[in-house]
């Protein structure tokens, strides 16, 4: 375990500036911003001049958009600084209040633009055709318009429309009873520890004492938390059923068979991209049994259990790094992208790109946000002097990286990328992390740690998320065939599937029948709709990317730009296929399965010439 030297005791005046972003680059100070927000505001009120005129003419079309867009990026860099402001310290009522003033600012702006959408549909392909044949510098947002167009056949009349947004407010009722239910009111689990410690289990205690070395505690933790959830199960199940009823509800009235397919046609994702998700993921079980059965080699237990899953294979070895330290390691760690790559991730370093320390009141956690456009991307992280943080600083430059390489080389309007790519850049960097460490950490202890943790993420992001996937596919699959549901069905169907992901009838992980209840725990069911597999999806792409570029060099490197350089310029199945992969085949899944027994066998023989 890491400890925080900084233990968010420091304040932020007592920060080194070098480790501190720099704010000022995008307004000086909240009058500059004030006055900002404020021409926003006329910016709105013209745009609010071209509704019912917008498609007069070539002249006005452009006019509208060229107005929307250019108010978009405005806002953007607004509500960036806001945020970033905020979460400098959250205890500061007037940096909040000035994030709301940004927020409302932005739902202003949402309804006065709702009318373009609309707009463009109703005069039609052929009169939009001629409007880019007369005006040129229209083709900026061809692929903008042209997806509105897309969509047609899935858009509704404007009445209809209104009817189904007024909706929405009754469909995220289930969102709300399973927050309220889950976190507050429930009555939660307790369990007696061996160290005589009485636990109450919340979601957070659950996540932590899973995971305890003594097999005893952690089996006694896991169940007396899942049979809790039995007892609830009729109460989770309804309240999911009616979710997948609200999205089936959605995806009819907008002229799509299955929910699936709308919520892939977003971005015009075939469904054959989820099916050949799951049929890859079936093919391959056999290799992640393979990794239970080491997870069980080197816990020292004869059978594997689903409770121990969470349980640390290796003693925690301490790696120490400064900032300064992580820096220096992580421009080696990504000398392989090129020189372009690594002065542009020198320079987020030395220009203030990224706030380090953990100081009082400041937000948790880490991200990077490329919304101001015409400058460059930031990064917050609250460093812990571990790996863990080289590590999340690697992810996070991974978006940076994406997001400069995105604005830099696209229009703003095709800049902003999909989610589907969005996790791509983020873990190739933690990929070339991985591989990096484990070439030049020098013990065995050392290895085995970095080896041990890569494929527990391989199981818990490719293998468990595609479980997930699958149960969402199920239960959406009954609703759409006018099938009842109800919670008994749900832990029936996802006990079914956890059995065969962990190999329970081959003897591979013994699955004990109250993890059948675990799906009333895992909150984005209630959620997010088709969600869950994208970081599947990413990390596969991620780490067979990650492969090319290390077996072939420059041009893997030059192909993968595409996505980097890409933003939205494309649909992200177009993207991918750019970068050297196609999504519909098995080479992504091939590569990464292969990565994953290549690491095990690196196990296997460090193992073996320990005995
Ligand atoms: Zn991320």
Known sequence: MTTNAFAQNMERKDVPEKLKWDNTLLYKNINEWQKNRTAIEQQIEKLNSFKGKMCDSAE?????????????????????????NADEDIRIGANQSVNQQATTLGTHFGEVSSFINPEILKVGEERIKKFFDEKKELSEFKFFVNDILRLKEHTLTEREEQILAGAGAISSTMNEVHAIFDNAEKPNAKVKLSTGEEVELSSAAYSKYRAVPDR??????????????????????????????????????????????????????????????????????????????????????????????????????????????????????????????????????????????????????????????????????????????????????????????????????????????????????????????????????????????????????????????????????????????????????????????????????????????????????????????QYSTSLIYATALAEKIVKEGQPAIDKYYSILNGGSSDYPIELIKKAGLDPLSSEAFDLTIAKMNGVMNQIDEILNKKK
């Open 216 to 533: 005893e505690d952690r089996e006694k933790v896991m169940s007396a938390m899942l049979d809790n959830y039995k007892k609830f199960q009729n109460t989770y199940g309804a309240n999911l059923a009616g979710k997948v009823r609200a999205d089936y509800f959605y995806a009819k009235n907008r002229n799509y068979k299955t929910v699936l397919e709308q919520s892939l046609n977003a971005n015009k994702i075939p469904v054959t991209v989820y099916e050949n998700l799951v049929e890859q993921i079936h093919k391959n079980l056999p290799t992640m049994h393979r990794f239970l059965k080491l997870k069980a080699r080197m816990l020292g237990v004869d059978q594997l259990y689903y409770y121990d899953l969470y349980a640390p294979m290796v003693k925690d070895v301490e790696f120490k790094y400064t900032v300064e330290e992580g820096q220096k390691l992580l421009l080696d760690v990504f000398e392989p992208m090129g020189d372009e790559y690594v002065s542009t991730v020198k320079k987020s370093f030395d220009e203030r790109w990224i706030d380090y320390v953990a100081t009082a009141g400041k937000r948790s956690g880490a991200y990077s946000s490329g919304a101001a456009y015409d400058y460059h991307p930031y990064i917050l992280m609250n460093w812990t002097d571990d790996f863990e943080s080289v590590s999340t600083l690697a992810h996070e430059l991974g978006h940076t990286m994406h997001s400069y390489f995105s604005n830099k080389h696209q229009p703003f309007v095709d800049a902003q990328y999909a989610t589907f790519v969005a996790e791509i850049a983020s873990t190739i960097n933690e990929n070339l992390l991985n591989n990096f460490m484990v070439k030049n950490v020098k013990t065995d202890d050392e290895k085995l740690y970095l080896l041990g943790e890569y494929l527990d993420l391989l199981r818990a992001t490719i293998f468990r998320q595609v479980s997930f996937a699958e149960f969402e596919w199920e239960i959406h699959k009954k609703v759409e065939a006018g099938e009842p549901l109800t919670g008994v069905d749900m832990s029936k169907i996802y006990y079914g599937i956890v059995k065969k992901y962990y190999g329970h009838d081959e003897g591979v992980c013994i699955v004990p029948d109250y993890v059948a209840y675990e799906w009333a725990y895992i909150h984005h069911f209630v959620n997010y709709t088709y969600y869950v597999y």
């Open 60 to 84: 006005s079309f452009y006019s509208a958009l060229r107005l929307y867009f250019d108010i978009y990026k405005n806002y953007y860099k607004l509500s960036d600084y806001a945020f970033r």
